[in-house]
């Protein structure tokens, strides 16, 4: 019996139908298929968060200039509070909430009588208090349950205090993970924000999308391109800001880091404006130099492609004796790595050239487009899945442009850039790695059982179960508090951290020593 089935034989058969979909082994030349963006099994200890997650706490809480107001019970907005690292500075121009959590602390009453009374009091509080150029309102599960109509007091609260108010339909029971989470919040973006602004296009201009700056990754990644010579205009939403989103109609092209949680907004911003969108991965050596090269490819200026080459080379040479030394440390070992969406790919290529190969990975809440490639698109939704809205944007004929006729584009395709295109986790794993969708307690500790891994990738809620059993774990949501890890510098940090953790002494001593060696020696009768 494989290691697959000695997992799933464990589950009654109920169980066993649904998770063997979900449960694979990667087959050589085998079109692997896999089930995902299904709902989660009640009782299981899934690692799934929710919707509000999704939207609020992935992607527009990152937005530092803006208020966030949380309506629910205080719990949703307590625990998200300064947990995510999502970095950001404010200065002069630019006001940083990010510090404060906001919510409406919904009582009984509210339950009860209603709570846009008290919404529309809290909004009132945080304008006199805070004076902020937008609020945003993010529902959370009693919320939809009573009926109260956020949008409604938005719009109102738009009106009166003369600044961008948007709600956020977000209650943690819609769809089936974080992911419904980010696509209401790509739709509220694009509706109220994107193409807001009235600035002017600027040359070599790019929005990067999909980076929310953990441990200051955005900020490694920007300093890199600004070296180039590209002006960005807007991060979605690591360190960004309302005022900056407003104008990224204006962009030439859009980098897509985490395709997950933001391909929605780049396809409707191409459909919208015209701008294309080019994948990247800014986390791995090899990653990083592809997708600058890509870039350069895209704007074919020879000037802008001489001082690529030249940037990759500094900044490759500043981390050469670490990497050399770090690979030296990690040679041939092994790794699981369990993150939501996207990392699981991101990182895979970064190992791979530190020598580790990883052969247990798998995503939280990613769909079959972030493993199998995008070529799957369209998926079929299920039922579970049919409460998140999706929108259709048209063409604005004002602001659409195009940066390269269609039959450029097209020949840049046949070139091999990514554009709109994305070949998902499959591309990247290696033969016979094990891979688990919505991966839960008792698969992890199984598998670490059965398979062994070096070093464990994955979250706070599993980092200590992972260690209990003698696996160094890493997280690769929090980076444990270290970072950045895109970028060079990031991958010489990534780099540092995997080595400590593979080497620290503890988990050579996790054993008592009395549990494979005598301690006591006597004689008998006078024998040893
Ligand atoms: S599931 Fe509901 S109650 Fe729980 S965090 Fe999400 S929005 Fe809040």
Not at 91 to 104: A, P
Not at 147 to 176: L, P, Q, R, T, W
Not at 227 to 233: D, E, L, P
Not at 490 to 510: E, I, Q
Request: glycine content about 8%.
């Amino acid at each position: 019996m494989d290691s697959r089935d000695k997992v799933l034989d464990q589950y009654s058969s109920k169980l066993y139908k649904n998770r063997k979909e979900h449960v694979i082994q990667i087959e050589d030349g085998e079109p692997n298929v896999i089930a995902a963006d299904t709902r989660a099994i009640p009782g299981i200890m899934t690692n799934r968060g929710c919707c509000y997650a999704g939207c609020k706490g992935v992607v527009i809480g990152p937005l530092k200039d803006v208020v966030q107001i949380v309506h629910g019970p205080i719990g949703c907005s307590y625990y998200a509070w300064g947990t995510r690292r999502n970095k950001a500075k404010g200065d002069e121009n630019t006001k940083n909430f990010l510090e404060y959590c906001f919510s409406t602390d919904m009582q009984e009453t509210d339950i009860v009588f209603g709570g846009e009374k008290k919404l529309k009091k809290a909004i009132k509080e945080a304008v006199e208090i805070f004076d902020p150029a937008c609020i945003m309102i993010a529902s959370t599960c009693p919320v939809g349950l009573i009926g109260d109509d956020i949008h409604a007091v938005a719009a109102e609260a738009e009106e009166m205090y003369n600044i961008k108010v948007v709600a956020f339909s977000c209650e943690g029971y819609k769809g089936v993970s974080q992911s419904g989470g980010h696509h209401i919040a790509n739709n509220g973006l694009m509706k109220n924000v994107i193409g807001t602004g009235d600035a002017k296009p600027v040359k070599y201009s790019i929005n990067l999308l999909g980076e929310y700056n953990i441990g200051g990754d955005g900020w490694e990644i920007c300093r890199v391109l600004k070296r180039i010579g590209y002006n960005i205009v807007s991060v979605m939403t690591g360190d960004g800001s309302y005022e900056e989103m407003k104008n990224a109609h204006t962009a030439d092209l859009n980098l897509v880091q985490c395709h997950r949680s933001i391909n929605y907004i780049a396809e409707m911003l191409k459909t919208k404006y015209g701008t294309e969108w080019l994948k990247v991965n800014f986390i791995g050596i090899e990653g990083i130099k592809q997708s600058l090269r890509d870039v350069a490819a895209f704007f074919n200026d020879p000037a802008l492609t001489a001082k690529t080459e030249a940037v990759i080379a500094d900044e490759e040479e500043e981390i050469a004796i670490g990497m050399v030394y770090y690979k030296s440390m990690l040679k041939d070992k092994t790794a699981a790595i369990y993150v939501g969406g996207s990392r699981t790919h991101h990182y895979i290529n970064l190992l791979k050239s530190l020598g580790v190969e990883v052969i247990l990975a798998g995503y939280e809440f990613a769909h079959r487009d972030d493993y199998e490639g995008r070529q799957v698109l369209p998926l079929k939704m299920d039922a579970d899945s049919k409460n998140i809205e999706s929108i259709t944007v048209v063409k604005d004929p004002a602001k659409y442009r195009t940066f390269h006729t269609e039959e450029r584009i097209k020949e840049l395709k046949e070139a091999g850039l990514p554009i709109e295109s994305y070949d998902g986790l499959w591309a990247d794993i290696a033969d016979k790695a094990m891979i688990t969708d919505d991966y839960n307690q008792f698969e992890t500790e199984a598998f670490l059982k059965l398979l062994k891994p070096d070093i464990f990738f994955s979250g706070i809620k599993d980092k200590y179960i992972v260690q209990r059993s003698g696996v160094p774990s890493r997280q690769l949501h929090s980076y444990d508090y270290s970072g950045p890890y895109a970028g060079f510098k990031g991958a010489l940090n990534f780099a540092r951290d995997v080595t400590l953790a593979v080497n620290t002494p503890a988990f050579s001593l996790v054993q008592a020593p009395w549990k494979s060696e005598p301690t006591l020696i006597g004689n008998l009768g006078g024998m040893e």
